[in-house]
């Protein structure tokens, strides 16, 4: 079995030597996911939702080490990445109150009793990208294990420690083996496997749409079931009569929260023209304020991009000639660290404005009125995101009705709740995760109609 090396973003020192995966494992792992999948589906509803609980419990007891494993593989500053184990574990607890609550229905017809059931699809690959390697693994997990479904997941190369020791503590909470397992390896011969492999019934797949249209493909050979949460490039939009000093305080933090690299960022600021040079020397302080550095140090804000490939990708789009209007520190020596950045005015044709950048870099563009500013914000193949910042309520709720992107917040950024859907429109998705529905994406609907008569 060959291994590779993971490497720590913010030291670019080696952390450990982790196997690759090959077809064979792969194979071998759903064999065993599919013979563990039966047993489980078996597991009377209240049994599953103590194991489930019991699960949510041993990730609780080690937050903290979960929090240092995240810190040192993807460079998340200390205190997000306690949040983030502390979000596995409540996404555990919501989905352990689903097995006994997964009912069907009964819907009257002559002649009989007919009663549908919600049956787990099965095997799950739960394809998983390296950004928020411990949330979006939980996001899948949680609801196909309610749902009585076996899970194999494919953590992204570059992230693979949070998951391993995830797996084992559900071992050690009692979850029965084969039931979760991780593959770490390569996305193109482990998770194109479990796209290939008819016994998985269902991809669960996050990550670049590029890759995303092509699992796509892949699924619909087996008509497999399938859910995408791909790419955005979500617009901030601040109109004159938002509070401006709250909106330019956190519209750092909305962009350049995980180094940028996070889905749904913030990464298109729009402002009523009227008030651009205002808001602009408000940004300015909030911009210089973010604390970039040492992601152990619990004051952290920002740490490192998570490799050099993707500092040199951030980078192309901040040329020499870039109109840098605002620009943040970083530290000095080793690690993949990039400047918040700050660039404006940008064409609308830039790519800086039209493509996923993933790092800490936003653009600020003005808008004339509130229909220019709903058309700029649409103008993108994605829908992922967004917030509006307005005193008017009525401003608010037509402009959340009219944005095409599956998230929004008004005067706030809030970021992913799993107590309600999250996906995307057009190119950032298909499909929902959590929230009170996301169990029903790992079931099939079997109806059933009983003769009476
Ligand atoms: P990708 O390169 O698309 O990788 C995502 C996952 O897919 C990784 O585990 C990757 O494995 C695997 N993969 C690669 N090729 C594959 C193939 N042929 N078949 C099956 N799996 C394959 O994305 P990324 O760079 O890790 O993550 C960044 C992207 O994810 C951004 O576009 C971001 O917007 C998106 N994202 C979206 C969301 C939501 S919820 N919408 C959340 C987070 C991130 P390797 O690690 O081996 O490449």
Request: hydrophobic fraction near 45%.
């Amino acid at each position: 079995m060959t291994t590779y090396t993971v490497i720590n973003p913010a030291t670019e020192q080696p952390l450990t030597q982790v196997a690759r995966s090959t077809v064979e494992d792969a194979d071998a792992a759903i064999q065993r996911a599919a013979r563990a999948q039966q047993r489980w589906r078996a597991v009377a509803p209240g049994d599953r939702a103590r194991l489930l609980r019991r699960f949510a419990d041993q990730v609780d007891a080690h937050v903290d080490e979960l929090a240092a494993l995240e810190t040192a593989e993807a460079g998340h500053p200390v205190g997000a990445a306690r949040w983030e184990a502390g979000q596995v574990r409540d996404v555990l607890m919501y989905y352990a109150a689903a097995p006994e609550r997964l009912t069907g229905r009964q819907i009257p017809v002559p002649g009989g009793l007919d009663v549908t059931f919600r049956e787990p699809v099965g095997v799950v690959g739960l394809i998983v990208p390296w950004n928020f390697p411990m949330p979006i693994l939980s996001w899948g997990l949680g609801p196909a294990l309610a749902a009585g479904c076996a899970v194999v997941a494919k953590p992204a190369e570059l992230t693979p420690m949070t998951a391993v020791r995830i797996a084992e503590l559900a071992l050690d909470a009692g979850l029965p083996e084969g039931v979760f397992q991780v593959l770490p390896g390569q996305g193109s011969v482990v998770g194109q496997r479990l796209v290939d492999h008819p016994d998985v019934r269902k991809i669960a797949f996050t990550g670049s749409s590029e890759v995303g249209r092509h699992v796509m493909a892949g699924c619909a050979r087996h008509v497999k079931r399938l859910t995408l949460e791909l790419g955005g490039k979500s617009a901030n939009i601040v109109f004159a009569d938002a509070d401006l000093q709250k909106a330019a305080a956190t519209a750092p933090y909305a962009v350049f929260d995980n180094a940028g690299q996070d889905c749904c960022a913030r990464s298109r600021i729009l402002v009523e023209a009227s008030v651009l040079e205002t808001f602009m020397a408000l940004l300015e302080p909030a911009v210089r304020g973010v604390l970039v550095g040492d992601p152990a140090d619990a004051a952290t804000e920002m740490g490192p991009l998570i490799s050099a490939a993707h500092r040199a990708h951030v980078a192309s789009y901040v040329p020499d000639d870039a109109p840098v209007a605002i620009r943040g520190s970083v530290p000095d020596g080793a690690g993949f660290w990039y400047p918040p950045t700050v660039l404006a005015p940008v064409s609308p044709d830039s790519p800086a404005y039209t493509e996923e950048i993933f790092g800490p870099v936003v653009t600020v563009t003005p808008f004339a009125d509130e229909a220019a500013a709903i058309a700029m914000a649409n103008d993108t193949p994605y829908g992922l995101s967004g917030s509006i910042w307005t005193s008017n309520v009525g401003r608010a709720i037509r402009v959340a009705r009219a944005v095409e992107t599956g998230n929004l917040s008004v005067n706030s950024h809030s970021s992913v709740r799993y107590w309600t859907p999250f996906g995307g429109f057009k190119q950032s998705g298909l499909g929902r995760e959590l929230g009170p529905d996301a169990v029903d994406a790992f079931t099939e609907v079997k109806n059933v109609f009983i003769a009476t008569d």
